[in-house]
């Protein structure tokens, strides 16, 4: 699905010496932080507490594909096809996203609240020859600094970890180039995300350690909706991504129950 690139790969990766790697704003979660900084070095072991997102980001990334190439009008079948096009990734981790959204030849930046995850990602990126500037920062440092705007803005999985998922949700979409997008994906707050979601995927299956999520700070997709009422974007979805136990794997469907994708355009 996410085809390699030569040209993009043999690059080196890039350094921002000129900024303070401190993440600093109102969005950050300190025990959420404190949480995902100790498992740092475990990012790209897929056997390791985050095998559950090497799992689900085959049809994350399919997602981010398919609607990138029909905004911006590119053929996701060619090589590197969304080169010359900009992409933010807030709340990066450690690199999952970021480094097939570089082979796919967006220009990316990542941001992290977790210096830790900046390292890991930075170190892996390094070993794979990518030039992905990684940043601890928040979304609050890079608007207050007039960093972008961006072609794609990418927050997956992080808005239910956020202090104000407001003013966090906002932010975002105005580092949104016009003309671009932003893809916001969370866990909806529903009882079947609670049986499944929280209580399954924590205390039975395993998938992530006891205490990852917060089933309170979940989010509907109408409260995502109104919340980037005020700003000048279209909001699309909810679409729901759902795991299939006989296939192992995980696809777009229309049951946002659990799992879901929103949209927002700015024109």
């Known amino acids: 699905m996410v085809a390699s690139n030569d040209t993009v790969s ?20 300190p025990a959420d932080v404190a949480r995902f900084s100790a498992q740092a070095a475990e990012w790209w072991d897929a056997r390791g507490p985050f095998a559950p997102l090497h799992k689900f980001n085959p049809a994350r990334l399919a997602f981010v594909r398919d609607r990138a190439a029909e905004r911006f009008g590119r053929d996701p079948k060619t090589r590197a096809p969304f080169a010359g096009l900009t992409l933010l990734d807030v709340g990066c981790g450690g690199g999952l996203i970021a480094e097939p959204m570089r082979r796919m030849g967006f220009d990316v930046t990542a941001v992290d609240a977790s210096a830790e995850n900046i390292g890991t990602a930075r170190a892996h990126a390094e070993q794979q020859g990518l030039d992905i500037a990684y940043r601890a920062a928040t979304v609050e440092q890079l608007e207050a600094e007039g960093a972008g705007p961006f072609d794609v803005v990418l927050t997956m999985e992080v808005i239910e970890h956020v202090a104000d998922p407001e003013a966090f949700v906002r932010a975002c979409s105005r580092l949104v180039k016009p003309g671009g ?87």
Request: net charge negative; glycine share 6%.
């Open 181 to 267: 997008m932003m893809v916001v994906a969370t866990l909806n707050r529903t009882l079947k995300s609670l049986a499944l979601g929280k209580i399954a995927a924590e205390y039975i299956l395993r998938w992530v350690p006891e205490g990852t999520h917060d089933w309170s700070q979940f989010l509907k997709p109408d409260e995502i909706r109104l919340m980037l009422s005020a700003e000048p974007v279209a909001v699309a979805g909810p679409y729901g991504l759902a795991y299939d136990p006989f296939t192992d794997r995980w696809s777009e469907t229309t049951d946002a129950g659990i799992n879901y994708m929103m949209v927002a355009t700015r024109d």
């Open 10 to 29: 043999a690059r080196k990766p890039q350094s921002r010496p000129q900024f303070n790697d401190q993440a600093e704003g109102p969005s950050i979660d």
